[in-house]
């Protein structure tokens, strides 16, 4: 069964350091989206992704996110100067979206990201 | 208020009971999803639906968009069952999911 795959799956970072989470989405879907879990709270939607550009965006994701699709398979959140509540567990998720309008999301199973 | 709500928050059951999970949205959608949260923390997609009810395995989900309310069914419960259960919807407005808090399943056995 196709997977979405995310590295690392734990980075501890220093606090002010810049941080890359990496996403590697199902191959032929074209909808890509970050969401985090701070522990014990429910998951929030960050930012969408389509066609090369950013679809959606929340308003957690303020202007030190920013996300990319470098080539053709990855997609990556940056965040650059981390914070102590950006510690999380940040989900990549994609989905085909197909024309009839049912479409399934598959998400990885997570960073965790802890900023000291 | 939350967009998503979910009851009960916490449920223990013991092995082979009949579990239902509520969920009630208050927003447009143009889909809601059931998805299934373990220890670790990965989250596994069960349900997407738009209408009626899906069946997979012993697990059954419904929905009435009329009451924007749906609820997940387990059958025959088992402690491997345990896991939190997230509702979530998809705004018919724009890109987003609007997750639930959770119900966290304990299954005795």
């Known amino acids: 069964e196709p997977e979405v795959t995310q590295t690392p799956s734990h980075q501890v970072t220093q606090m002010g350091q810049e941080v890359i989470l990496r996403c590697v989405p199902i191959s032929n879907h074209l909808y890509f989206y970050w969401y985090r879990q701070i522990l014990g709270q429910k998951v929030e939607f960050l930012v969408s992704f389509y066609n090369n550009e950013i679809s959606e965006k929340s308003e957690i994701f303020d202007d030190q996110f920013s996300v990319e699709r470098p080539d053709g398979s990855n997609f990556t959140l940056k965040i650059r100067s981390t914070k102590l509540e950006d510690s999380a567990m940040y989900f990549c998720?994609?989905?085909?979206?197909?024309?009839?309008?049912?479409?399934?999301?598959?998400f990885g199973s997570g960073t965790r990201l802890t900023v000291v | 208020k939350n967009e998503v709500e979910q009851s009960p928050q916490n449920l223990t059951a013991q092995e082979g009971e009949f579990i239902t999970i509520n969920c009630s949205y208050s927003v447009g959608i143009s889909a809601l999803h059931w998805l299934q949260q373990h220890p670790g923390g990965g989250i596994v997609s069960l349900f997407m639906?738009?209408?009626g009810k899906k069946k997979h395995g012993r697990l059954i989900a419904t929905i009435n968009i009329q009451e924007k309310h749906s609820s997940l069914h387990i059958t025959a419960s088992h402690p491997r069952d345990s896991a939190v259960y997230i509702c979530?919807?998809?705004?018919?407005?724009?890109?987003?999911?609007?997750f639930g808090k959770g119900t966290r399943l304990h299954i005795l056995p």
């Open positions: 639906l738009s209408s």
């Open positions: 998720a994609s989905s085909d979206r197909t024309s009839g309008g049912n479409y399934g999301y598959t």
């Open positions: 979530a919807v998809s705004s018919n407005r724009d890109d987003k999911i609007i």
